[in-house]
């Protein structure tokens, strides 16, 4: 499985980004779709996840940031509006899902996409 994250950029404060990730290759489903960040220097943090249309966020990013998924093309999202610079680092999408492993089994799975990296001027 392969996770595909596109969409990030620099942008200034008050704009807006949207993020998509495309998962890949032998899943057959996806439990959790979510978005973790990690600024310089600092930890890699949650920010927003979607579990079965239910969704959670971040204090910090509640009423700015809106987590979306489209099941049938494997692909989540996450519009970003009012950006802050605080916003400001690599943007990881996550996957906790079933692949298809051959022989008509399957497992479980946690998948990581590359990063974007979103940047906000002040």
């Known amino acids: 499985v392969q996770l595909q994250a596109s969409g990030g950029g620099l942008v200034q404060a008050g704009g807006s980004l949207r993020l998509s990730c495309v998962a890949s290759?032998?899943?057959?489903?996806?439990?959790?779709m979510a978005w973790y960040r990690q600024a310089l220097g600092k930890q890699r943090e949650s920010v927003a996840r979607?579990?079965?249309?239910?969704?959670n966020y971040a204090d910090s990013v509640k009423g700015r940031f809106t987590i979306s998924r489209d099941n049938a093309k494997n692909t989540g999202y996450l519009e970003m509006n009012n950006l802050k610079p605080e916003d400001t680092g690599v943007y990881y999408c996550?996957?906790?899902?079933?692949?298809?492993?051959?022989?008509?089994?399957?497992?479980?799975?946690?998948?990581w996409g590359q990063g974007t990296q979103v940047t906000v001027s002040s």
């Open positions: 996550n996957v906790l899902g079933w692949e298809d492993v051959g022989n008509n089994r399957q497992t479980n799975g946690n998948w």
């Open positions: 290759g032998s899943i057959l489903s996806i439990n959790t």
């Open positions: 979607i579990t079965r249309g239910v969704t």
